[in-house]
């Protein structure tokens, strides 16, 4: 497609067509299993509920090291493509725009529908070439990056990446954002055609019933002593320092209360070094994982600026009572009080004073738990319960479905664009 070419943004209408019509998928990332976040999380249910379909699944994504070979899975190829290491996440690269391979490796799979999860180089490669050989896109709004520059002083370039982001969404059919108060966000600042894909959990592997008393015993904990976790990157953007405030807080009531830190970032060392007492149990995956969830009582999520949060609804699902600003996963999954405690936000409108307050709110809401054994028991029980309800499978259903609609329906309208 040349530069002069006109790309029709399409409306948004019903669809009858079932998703078991798919039989092609491609999706562009950044991510994936086997690395540890949202949204290589995310997507690698998506692939795996695709296959169970009969769904073949091509992923085109950076590659991540010497040893990546790929996704091994039936019924999946992939296309690895060089990449370089994404600034503050030198763990993970973002890919090089490879145009000549990724447009040869689309017309060789030929997919129904190209899923776009990345908004860099690589996704905008990849969308033009499906475009140009008039295979649909569909994008996911996976990461609020315009959120992160200000933890890494660069609050100047916010609203430019904002809107670089949102013209990089109105250039496909539809956009997927994972919560309804996003969809909304995302709509009232000009992104056209978005709707929801919420996220599901694996509520088999993440159980309370993986609760090990010998690992308790490893964290100095006895049976009616209590352990807080968190489990994320240890980064500024993910607001981990209130976190710790939090914590402090509840150990000043209850001295025997320890803290458990599972996942890695930036922010390890000067965390081991300002908190030596604080348990630091690394990256955890699968059952490990599961079974440092369950053995803890209580999980803190102090975020402000993500899209969703997969990890609260593990945190539900293996019995916790977690604590969380009304945002996200927990503004989509938590009635305070009866599965969860919930802190108001609106992280869209906070000034500094604002911040400090809700700051404040969220140290007081977890350090209330410490005496209210009752409404500790009484959310940790809703919690289970209300994740038993999510499943993978739902969600599944629903990106099938949501990528069936565009394929099928969407034709021009009046609004046009110049790529």
Not at 66 to 85: A, F, I, S, W
Not at 276 to 291: H, K, N, S, V
Not at 384 to 392: L, P, T, V
Request: charged residues 20%.
């Amino acid at each position: 497609m040349n530069t002069n070419s006109q790309l029709q943004v399409p409306s948004a209408r019903p669809s009858t067509r079932p998703a078991s019509r798919l039989r092609r998928v491609c999706i562009v990332t950044e991510t994936y299993r086997p690395e540890i976040n949202g949204v290589a999380n995310t997507l690698g249910h998506i692939v795996d509920g695709l296959v169970a379909r009969g769904i073949h699944v091509l992923v085109i994504r950076p590659k991540q090291g010497p040893q990546d070979q790929g996704d091994q899975t039936n019924g999946v190829e992939t296309l690895l493509l060089p990449g370089l290491p994404i600034p503050g996440y030198g763990e993970l690269r973002f890919g090089l725009p490879s145009w000549r391979r990724v447009r040869k490796a689309l017309r060789d799979f030929n997919p129904d529908g190209l899923y776009v999860a990345t908004e860099g180089p690589l996704g905008w490669v990849s969308a033009r070439v499906a475009r140009s050989q008039r295979i649909n896109v569909v994008s996911g709004f996976h990461t609020n990056f315009h959120q992160y520059f200000s933890h890494y002083h660069l609050s100047l370039l916010t609203p430019w990446v904002y809107r670089y982001l949102r013209y990089f969404h109105n250039r496909t059919a539809a956009t997927l954002a994972p919560t309804d108060v996003l969809q909304q966000e995302l709509s009232d600042f000009g992104f056209h055609h978005v709707h929801v894909m919420s996220r599901g959990v694996n509520a088999q592997l993440f159980n309370p019933q993986k609760r090990s008393q010998q690992r308790r015993k490893q964290w100095g904990l006895k049976h009616d002593e209590l352990a807080v976790i968190y489990v994320g990157r240890l980064a500024a953007e993910k607001n981990i320092d209130l976190a710790v405030q939090a914590f402090n807080q509840m150990r000043s009531e209850d001295p025997r209360v320890k803290f458990i830190l599972v996942g890695d970032g930036p922010l390890m060392a000067r965390l081991k070094e300002d908190h030596p007492d604080f348990i630091y149990a690394g990256m955890q995956t699968g059952e490990a994982l599961a079974e440092h969830y369950a053995s803890a009582d209580i999980f803190l999520f102090p975020s402000k600026t993500d899209t969703f949060g997969n990890v609260v609804l593990e945190a539900m699902a293996s019995g916790l009572a977690v604590v969380s600003f009304d945002y996200a996963a927990a503004h989509q999954h938590i009635e305070h009080n009866q599965n969860g405690l919930l802190v108001s936000l609106q992280p869209s409108a906070l000034d500094d004073d604002e911040q400090a307050s809700s700051d404040e709110a969220y140290v007081d809401t977890a350090q209330s738990l410490m005496h209210k054994p009752n409404l500790l028991k009484q959310v940790r029980q809703g919690a289970r319960q209300h994740a038993e309800s999510i499943s993978w499978a739902r969600i599944v259903e629903q990106f099938c479905q949501h990528l069936s609609n565009e394929v099928q329906d969407h034709g021009p309208t009046k609004e046009s664009v110049v790529i």
